[in-house]
């Protein structure tokens, strides 16, 4: 069974810092793409950040410079730093993970039908 468990949003005032966690299991964790994507109401999913299979990040060029990704693979784990938070970064964020054979595909084009696990997701909250 493939889970995908997200943690650590939460509720900050603007400029403050979240960390957010994906612990991974029942899949082969070196073959995918790992990253996150966030959905505010009303508005389309987007890809946020990525850490590929051999470890090359990127970030959306909404969030360059605030927002780092790390992964661990030894622990199944992938990580975002979001820092300088702003209230557009309000939303609900979701851990993905896709299958490295997608990777010519950029993760900010992806359809969600190209996402092969979610996470459940975690609520971020930045008020001003």
């Known amino acids: 069974q493939v889970n995908l468990v997200e943690s650590g949003g939460g509720s900050v005032q603007t400029g403050g810092s979240l960390r957010l966690s994906c612990a991974a299991s029942?899949?082969?964790?070196?073959?995918?793409?790992m990253g996150w994507f966030r959905q505010a109401p009303g508005k389309e999913r987007e890809g946020v950040a990525a850490?590929?299979?051999?470890?090359?990040?990127s970030v959306a060029d909404s969030v360059k410079g605030r927002f780092t990704i790390s992964r661990d693979n030894a622990k199944k784990t992938v990580d975002l730093q979001m820092n300088s938070l702003k209230p557009e970064d309000t939303a609900m964020y979701y851990c993905?993970?896709?299958?490295?054979?997608?990777?010519?595909?950029?993760?900010?084009?992806?359809?969600?039908?190209?996402?092969?696990?979610w996470g459940q997701g975690t609520q971020v909250t930045v008020s001003s």
């Open positions: 029942g899949y082969t964790y070196g073959n995918y793409r």
């Open positions: 850490v590929d299979t051999d470890g090359s990040t």
């Open positions: 993905a993970a896709v299958i490295w054979w997608r990777g010519a595909i950029s993760w900010y084009s992806l359809l969600p039908s190209q996402v092969d696990y």
